[in-house]
């Protein structure tokens, strides 16, 4: 009796350290591959961002820490044709630690229920994530300014040219004569891959070389 | 009789290992699961270096495409590079089969595209015809499309390039500049340097002599002869940095040349030298220094004019009865040469000039115009006209 009560215990204590480890693995891989796809979409269509000559606008409309709004014809149907005019697309990341793309579906140059101008620049109402116009979800667990996480990591940094001539690097970037000179956008996503406990992180770092914009 | 006999009624013995079985068995389905997962995360993992290899070799492929663009610009019908499948053999040959896998059978691992920037766009018109406002007007634009298949994934660029070109920046209306003397005779072959195509209103044809005039009567009474200080320096009609600037050029389309013999028998390149030898672009830095001399024949034309050189202290002489349009430049002396010979645009010497012979400079100002825009160096994306897009079946 008593070996088959430590037998059945033993088989038990793998049994669920095995189960657990299977959803571990199947949690994490889901994430790791969720940060890996989003990380390569804010990739080619930030790479991808075009200036709106007809309203003046450069090519990144918002360079901030935790967001950035660009034109891109990025998978558009039909952007073989030069006439196609490129329309706004942004990402955030929300406080809840989720990164969400915003389109502008009707071209009409608005994000309708998505805050271009927000104050403080870094904080949003999380409502946008249902009422944003195109609004999608492309990751979770995303910790770069989670309370734990030391340092924090921002989101996005900006390389541009200044007035006088020199390379900068800085996590915002304010007004259009400066936005107009950025040459690469870094981007950092740090995503939890065990969210709930001990964190185990998925560091994962790309750089956007803006096609539009660099130097001949 | 064992212990388990006697505590386990004989109807649950073997209970163990079912349950030891119903265990093994799940463990199984999430190790199958588990194994699953991770060839799924290693699939997506090739896919996505292998869409990441695709778009680079299309970045690679753009810029070759730029490159022959820049060597062979298609000003005309059928005057463009042959993108074709020779081209594509030697971009593939660039990339290893087992790096870079290549497309499926009967789908080329690289194609490029050009046409021009007409409105509304027409792939069939193969050259700079024009542009979206003048369809008749060549405005050096043409769009460049490029598509690279890798295994199983695609990427397609589209840029609309310009060239670039080589800009010249020589002044308008110097006739001659000589650094040193300039040597004439009052015989009846005066005046030797006349104006044929005047330069734009509001600029003056001169002569400039950084020594002094032997005879005035050397240059026609309509150009205005510029003596010591007046006339300026060399570098300020032909520029150091101009006469570098082609030298560079040169070296890199084969038309620089250390010895005169060669220059003189340099195959014809199309686009740098139409006639070979001392035509188009023709730099020559010969060492020991020695002499060019031009003989009797037609250099170049007023439509396509050239650069001749003579660098590293050479000389140019003339013999016979040719002509030559464009432009000259020597760091040594314009020897008088013989026979009735013509130069078409312009004559530099960092040193003296010698018109006591027959040679006759006639200054074109169409022939110094034309040269600002004779050659491309480069093409150069256009600003704000780079896109990815979709990748079509076959393209």
Redesign the interface.
């Known amino acids: 009796?008593v070996i088959?009560v430590l037998?059945?215990g033993m088989?038990?204590v793998v049994?669920f350290a095995?189960?657990g480890s299977?959803s571990y693995?199947?949690k994490s891989?889901t994430a790791?591959?969720q940060a890996?796809q989003a990380i390569?979409r804010m990739t080619?269509e930030i790479?991808?961002a075009?200036?709106v000559?007809d309203n003046d606008e450069v090519?990144v409309r918002r360079a901030r820490q935790r967001w950035i709004a660009v034109y891109t014809?990025?998978?558009e149907?039909g952007?073989?044709?030069?006439d196609m005019t490129p329309h706004l697309v942004a990402f955030r990341l929300y406080g809840d630690g989720e990164i969400w793309r915003f389109e502008d579906l009707n071209d009409d140059g608005v994000l309708e229920g998505f805050d271009i101008n927000p104050s403080p620049d870094d904080q949003f109402d999380e409502n946008e994530q249902t009422s944003g116009e195109g609004a999608t979800l492309l990751v979770r667990n995303v910790v770069n300014y989670d309370a734990t996480t030391s340092p924090q990591p921002p989101l996005f940094q900006y390389s541009y040219v200044d007035e006088y001539g020199q390379l900068q690097t800085s996590s915002y970037v304010y007004y259009s004569y400066n936005r107009v000179r950025i040459l690469n956008v870094q981007i950092h996503v740090l995503v939890d891959l065990n969210p709930g406990h001990s964190p185990v992180y998925a560091d994962l770092q790309t750089s956007a070389q803006l096609?539009?914009?660099r130097l001949? | 009789m064992s212990i388990m006999k006697q505590i386990i009624p004989g109807n649950q013995r073997g209970s163990g290992i079912v349950m030891l079985l119903g265990i093994v068995a799940t463990l199984a389905v999430l190790a199958t699961s588990l194994v699953w997962i991770v060839g799924n995360m290693q699939h997506n993992s090739a896919q996505d270096r292998t869409r990441a290899k695709s778009f680079g070799v299309t970045e690679a492929a753009l810029d070759t495409g730029m490159a022959a663009l820049s060597a062979q610009w298609p000003a005309a019908l059928g005057t463009g590079p042959d993108l074709g499948s020779t081209a594509e053999a030697t971009f593939r040959a660039e990339f290893s089969s087992s790096e870079y896998p290549s497309p499926a059978a009967g789908t080329s691992f690289v194609t490029w595209q050009y046409y021009d920037n007409q409105d509304p766009i027409d792939p069939n018109i193969t050259w700079d015809k024009g542009s979206p406002e003048q369809p008749d007007v060549p405005d050096n634009r043409v769009w460049l499309v490029v598509q690279s298949n890798v295994g199983a994934k695609s990427s397609r660029i589209q840029a609309l390039v310009e060239r670039a070109y080589l800009d010249t920046g020589l002044p308008r209306g110097v006739a001659l500049f000589a650094g040193g003397n300039l040597l004439s005779n009052g015989g009846g072959n005066n005046p030797k340097i006349v104006i044929e195509v005047p330069p734009p209103s509001g600029i003056q044809t001169t002569v400039r002599v950084g020594g002094f005039i032997d005879d005035l009567s050397v240059s026609a009474t309509n150009i205005v002869d510029l003596e010591g200080e007046a006339a300026g320096t060399v570098d300020e009609v032909f520029p150091e940095s101009l006469r570098e600037q082609l030298k560079a050029v040169a070296q890199a389309n084969g038309r620089y040349f250390t010895s005169v013999d060669e220059a003189q028998n340099s195959p014809i390149d199309p686009n740098w030298s139409p006639q070979g030898g001392l035509s188009g672009l023709c730099v020559v830095e010969p060492s020991p220094t020695s002499t060019v001399t031009l003989r009797a024949g037609v250099w170049n034309s007023e439509t396509e004019p050239g650069f001749l050189l003579v660098l590293g202290g050479g000389n140019i002489d003339f013999a016979g009865a040719g002509e030559y349009w464009g432009a000259m430049y020597t760091d040594g002396t314009v020897d008088k040469g013989h026979g009735a010979f013509i130069v078409h645009g312009m004559v530099v010497a960092a040193a003296l000039v010698d018109m006591r012979g027959t040679v006759n400079i006639h200054y074109n100002d169409n022939v110094i115009a034309r040269l600002a825009n004779r050659w491309s160096l480069k093409v150069h994306l256009v600003p704000n006209t780079w896109r990815e897009l979709q990748p079509v079946a076959g393209g």
């Not at chain 1, 952007?79 to 030069?82: D, I, L, W």
């Open positions: 009796m088959t037998v059945s088989i038990l049994y095995l189960t299977f693995s199947a891989a790791r591959e890996r390569a080619r790479r991808d075009e200036a000559p090519a014809t990025f998978n149907s952007n073989s044709s030069p096609r539009n914009q001949q």
